[in-house]
């Protein structure tokens, strides 16, 4: 027993320190995938062969009954131009990067140019800024001088006053323990400045998947906190010493006891409201280098984030295996003689976790990261399938047989057939209406 609990110690420790230290998925894919050369959006779009159109479902006849969330990385370009507000309620624009030495900016990212607010609001979805920081240096360095949070608070506000946004988010990772009060004390004076901006102003915040030093004092923070996204991913990480899933669904004696849903659980438990409590689901997933194919082989080197995008568009899109114990789909095989897996959700797999939200009755998801799925459709289906009511002609598509792996249909898009539906539908109503008009002229 006094082994087994200096193993369980020493494995909380090093968890915290990774935690505490090393990069979580949003601050890896900000290192690999920002460009601060780039000083417009159309720079991302050419650079990563973001499609310009791609069939928007347009589903401006369907009632959101839950949240979706979305965070829109500066990376991802232009990419907004294809959301579906109508059913994307919300977006955090990625991001105001903190100066921890200041509370100003490194960078605001193209944030007074984007049009990505003006172009949500015209379907009614809302945009916050997203504050980031990460590390445990800097988060501290930051809460610890009054006079720095005091500016990132007013750069925040003038900031989303400038472009009539709606609110702030607020990712930071690094925290610790020690900071948990002077964080609090910082949430509750971000709050009643955003109050005396507008009194519907919101404020979200990140959560990390497993909270292993007690950094968030949750029945502190929900007074202040309209949303809390728990970061439901990277259980499985680009540094893991063994490959597997980045978002198990459930617990398994394959992959562990922690899991998507004994995230969730441990956050209700700790008092966060199931109509704040949000699920984080990741578009993205790991490639490794591996000593073996075979699942839970120990890695070589550091993983690849592998994009939605990029999975839809290469060969293997089809032929992904099914992990049950971790509900997720993965493919282990050679390159050039060296052993690979990749492990990544996609339509399967995220529709278990929308089913999971709609089952625990939370509030609803996080996506990190928008534009991750440029070129289909598909997965704005999927959120309009479990998260919507729509009119008669799109409840029709959804009510379809789902194909998670099939490849985007070519030919007509989305817009083109609501085009014809809507003329379909005019025409049947003016017959209609001219057999009534008979049928009382020559009654």
Not at 47 to 55: A, D, F, N, Q, S
Not at 154 to 172: Q, R, T
Not at 194 to 217: E, Q
Not at 403 to 430: C, F, H, K, Y
Request: glycine share 10%; net charge neutral.
């Amino acid at each position: 027993h006094t082994a087994y609990r200096r193993q369980r110690q020493m494995c909380i420790r090093d968890r915290l320190y990774a935690q505490e230290n090393l990069p979580g998925a949003h601050a890896k894919h900000h290192a690999e995938f920002s460009k601060p050369g780039f000083k417009t959006e159309k720079e991302y779009d050419a650079h990563y062969e973001i499609p310009k159109t791609h069939g928007n479902p347009l589903s401006r006849k369907c009632i959101v009954n839950k949240q979706v969330y979305g965070w829109h990385p500066a990376w991802s370009g232009s990419s907004y131009k294809q959301y579906d507000f109508a059913i994307l309620n919300h977006v955090g624009y990625f991001a105001y990067e903190v100066d921890s030495k200041t509370g100003g900016y490194t960078t605001i990212n193209h944030w007074r140019e984007t049009e990505i607010v003006t172009d949500a609001h015209k379907s009614g979805a809302q945009v916050e800024l997203t504050a980031s920081l990460f590390g445990k240096k800097h988060v501290t360095e930051l809460l610890n001088n009054p006079k720095a949070t005091k500016t990132l608070r007013d750069s925040l506000l003038s900031l989303i006053k400038l472009k009539d946004a709606d609110g702030i988010c607020i990712d930071f990772e690094g925290m610790g323990s020690a900071n948990r009060a002077p964080f609090v004390a910082f949430i509750d004076s971000l709050r009643s400045d955003l109050l005396a901006y507008n009194k519907n102003a919101s404020l979200t915040l990140a959560l990390y998947a497993i909270d292993w030093g007690g950094a968030f004092d949750i029945p502190g923070l929900v007074p202040f906190v309209d949303r809390f996204i728990v970061m439901g991913y990277d259980y499985h990480y680009s540094g893991s010493p063994h490959a597997g899933p980045v978002a198990p669904l459930a617990s398994s004696e394959e992959w562990g006891k922690h899991s998507v849903t004994t995230s969730l659980e441990a956050y209700l438990k700790a008092g966060v409201p199931k109509e704040k409590l949000l699920l984080g689901v990741p578009y993205y997933g790991y490639r490794w280098n591996t000593k073996k194919s075979s699942p839970k082989s120990a890695t070589e080197g550091a993983g690849t984030a592998v994009l939605l995008r990029h999975y839809m568009k290469s060969d293997s899109a089809a032929m992904l295996e099914w992990d049950s114990a971790s509900t997720t789909g993965y493919l282990a095989g050679k390159h050039e003689g060296q052993p690979q897996q990749l492990w990544i959700d996609q339509g399967a797999s995220l529709g278990a976790k929308y089913e999971l939200v709609n089952q625990m009755g939370l509030g609803g998801i996080g996506i990190w990261a928008l534009g991750y799925d440029s070129g289909t459709s598909k997965y704005w289906d999927l959120l309009k399938k479990n998260f919507a009511d729509c009119n008669a002609s799109n409840t029709a598509e959804l009510a379809k047989e789902y194909q998670p792996d099939m490849p985007p249909l070519e030919g007509q898009t989305s817009a083109e057939r609501n085009t014809w539906n809507w003329v379909w539908m005019l025409i049947g109503g003016v017959i209609s209406v001219g057999i009534i008009w008979l049928a009382i002229r020559y009654m």
